[in-house]
């Protein structure tokens, strides 16, 4: 497949890269495709140090998500709409994956969700008509993921409404040794997946714990 990473310049984009890029063709976005080029020299790099290949390129974002198959959204919420408004004149059919979490800081992380229920049902009512949102990997840690090691277990819970979209995110989730996917329903439970995470780093916090992650037992 080919995977568009938007904002694939950043802490998760890179783990996404690392863990897919054996099998598929991984087209890291960013707003600048400079720093998209540079990004994927360093991942393909980091492959190699992992005596690993793949096939990662830097684009910007709209020439990324371009005839895709799926589109990662790995962009803070308060700039996700700027990014889908250019990459709007090129989507079509592909399978838009958000890892969004809106949420805020004051004494403790908080879940801060809009107005339609979850930031993955807000980023619906952005996209143009027919197309579909899986929500996934919120509560995975990018240091994990890029880590590559396979000792590491996390269960990722992926919620969408179009069945065809969900089965191919969960395949692809499958693809990744250390990742588990689970099916947690429609869409309208993302806002109960999206509210993990504030929990995860206020328990990080708190606990002194590096880079937690969910396992259902
Ligand atoms: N980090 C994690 O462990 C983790 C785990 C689960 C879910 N998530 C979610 O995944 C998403 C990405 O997280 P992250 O930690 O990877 O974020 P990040 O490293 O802070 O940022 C990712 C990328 O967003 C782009 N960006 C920054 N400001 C922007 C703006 N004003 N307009 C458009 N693009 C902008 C940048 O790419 P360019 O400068 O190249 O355009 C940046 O590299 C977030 O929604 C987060 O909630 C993160």
């Known amino acids: 497949m080919k995977i568009a990473i938007l904002g694939g310049t950043g802490d998760i984009g890179e783990g996404f890269a690392l863990n897919w890029a054996a099998r598929h063709?991984?087209?890291?976005g960013s707003r600048k495709s400079e720093k998209a080029e540079i990004?994927?020299?360093q991942y393909r790099e980091a492959l190699s140090d992992h005596e690993l290949k793949g096939g990662i390129q830097g684009f910007d974002n709209r020439t990324a998500a371009e005839g895709a198959d799926v589109i990662i959204l790995t962009v803070p919420?308060?700039?996700v709409s700027g990014v889908i408004d250019t990459v709007r004149p090129v989507l079509k059919d592909q399978i838009i994956v958000s890892p969004v979490v809106p949420m805020i800081k004051n004494?403790?992380?908080e879940y801060n969700p809009p107005k339609q229920g979850s930031a993955a049902e807000e980023i619906l009512e952005m996209l143009p008509h027919g197309m579909s949102v899986v929500a996934a990997y919120h509560?995975?840690?990018s240091g994990r993921l890029c880590s590559l090691d396979p000792a590491f277990k996390c269960d990722v819970?992926?919620?969408g409404d179009d069945r065809r979209s969900k089965d191919a995110i969960i395949a692809l989730t499958d693809e990744v040794e250390c990742l588990r996917p689970l099916d947690a329903?429609?869409?309208a439970a993302a806002k109960m997946i999206e509210s993990l995470t504030p929990l995860l780093l206020n328990l990080a916090m708190l606990n002194h714990l590096?880079?937690?992650g969910i396992k259902v037992l």
């Open 139 to 141: 509560t995975i840690a």
């Open 25 to 28: 063709q991984i087209r890291i």
């Open 107 to 109: 004494e403790y992380f």
């Open 185 to 187: 329903g429609p869409l």
């Open 39 to 41: 990004a994927a020299e």
């Open 210 to 212: 590096k880079d937690p």
């Open 77 to 79: 919420y308060t700039h």
């Open 157 to 159: 819970l992926i919620c």
